[in-house]
């Protein structure tokens, strides 16, 4: 694997950060640093990231203040499935989803060159 993109918002206040929608509006929210290592917010989850550049572009919005950044990477994999959104709906699930236990959960194919990391450290913003 070649390079590892992460696309993240900045809030109001200017701070990087990515995030999961858990339950009735609540979010799990990871905020990030340039040059310091991050680690899941959930214990025993991963961190999402891409290996292509083209691929990565695709989550931007024009929506929301995104930005692109190239990063580092600890612990990364491919992987063939991940959590439907619809699942998202307890701490709970994510964490019987990342312990490989699939049983009455919706999983669905995770978007084209989708990785997950152990940690993920900003290096330089794209755009």
């Given amino acids: 694997m070649g390079k590892i993109y992460k696309v993240l918002f900045r809030d109001k206040k200017g701070r990087l950060f990515s995030w999961g929608k858990i339950g009735m509006g609540r979010g799990v929210y990871v905020f990030y640093s340039p040059n310091k290592w991050v680690l899941p917010k959930i214990k025993g989850s991963k961190l999402f990231a891409c290996s292509s550049l083209k691929f990565a572009k695709l989550f931007l919005s024009s929506d929301c ?41 919706n999983v669905r194919v995770p978007f084209r060159r989708t990785i997950v990391c152990d940690e993920i450290k900003l290096v330089k913003r794209i755009e």
Avoid: A, M
């Fill in 65 to 105: 203040d995104q930005e692109l950044w190239e990063v580092e990477v600890k612990g990364k994999k491919r992987i063939s499935r991940c959590l439907d959104y619809n699942e998202f709906s307890s701490i709970g699930k994510v964490k019987k989803f990342w312990e490989g236990n699939f049983e009455n959960l």
